[in-house]
């Protein structure tokens, strides 16, 4: 029994991270690539890699600083925070796909990215504005992820877990990413945002019950009843709003 919860709980953790490191990663790689393809690859690269170590450091600098933190109160704070980020992904992956909201196209992204750089002018040597367009566009799609890591994986002790689930993602997109770039806007990122919201709320209620010191029945276990209600009702909400086919996805911000 003991076994089995520990399993659930550390699946939804890998799942949760790996998901939603995957869809910033997307995004992030869409600039990159533009970048690279419009102003050159050096500069891009070197602001790639400036912004990954400094995402490393903000883990290393504040993951085990969390650790000392009452269990109770990191696990309600932690908790309250999954359930913010969790219906900000959910809310916009139910107005796309309701047909309410447009979806995210990383095309468009891309070709607009190229335009805004290549009317600025090109470095000699090293391009301030490609390590800077680069490196902003990592890091803050990355610090979304570094929030997520940190607090997911403090609050269940699994930060190790949660930090290898994260650099997988980063690690598989961006290959991949570089093999098939042109197909960026085949990946199913709203799918994606819609699953990582159901994990991020199921955790946020989870959490948010410990630190309240509720006695979860199934202990861990009891993660996997959370992430099939929320699915259900996120699906439920998706299609009453297709039926009701009311609003302009132009004035849904």
């Known amino acids: 029994m003991i076994a089995t919860t520990v399993s659930s709980g550390a699946l939804v953790l890998v799942v949760a991270v790996f998901l939603a490191s995957a869809v910033e990663m997307v995004e992030a790689l869409t600039i990159v690539l533009a970048v690279g393809h419009t102003r050159g690859w050096r500069s891009a690269l070197e602001g790639v890699g400036a912004a990954l170590v400094t995402l490393v450091v903000l883990v290393a600098g504040f993951g085990p600083a969390l650790v000392r933190v009452p269990t109770d109160a990191l696990h309600l704070v932690i908790g309250a925070i999954l359930m913010i980020f ?77 930090s290898v689930s ?23 990122e709203n799918a994606m945002k819609m699953g990582v919201g159901v994990l991020l709320v199921s955790y946020g209620t989870f959490w948010t019950g410990e630190g309240l010191k509720v006695s979860w029945p199934g202990a861990d ?27 302009d996805p132009a004035n849904v911000a």
């Open 221 to 247: 276990a009891t993660l996997l009843v959370f992430v099939a209600l929320y699915a259900l009702a996120t699906w439920t909400l998706v299609l009453m709003l297709r039926r009701e086919g009311v609003g």
């Open 166 to 188: 994260a650099a997988s993602a980063v690690v598989i997109v961006g290959v991949v990413g570089a093999i098939v770039a042109k197909q960026l806007s085949k990946v199913p």
């Open 86 to 162: 969790g219906m900000q992904w959910l809310r916009k992956a139910i107005l796309r796909s309701s047909g309410l909201k447009a979806m995210h196209d990383e095309d468009a992204i891309y070709h607009e990215t190229v335009e805004e750089l290549s009317e600025l002018a090109t470095g000699p040597k090293r391009d301030r504005i490609s390590f800077v367009v680069a490196y902003k566009g990592v890091f803050l799609e990355g610090l979304e992820v570094v929030i997520l890591v940190i607090t997911l994986g403090t609050s269940d002790h699994r930060l190790g877990l949660a």
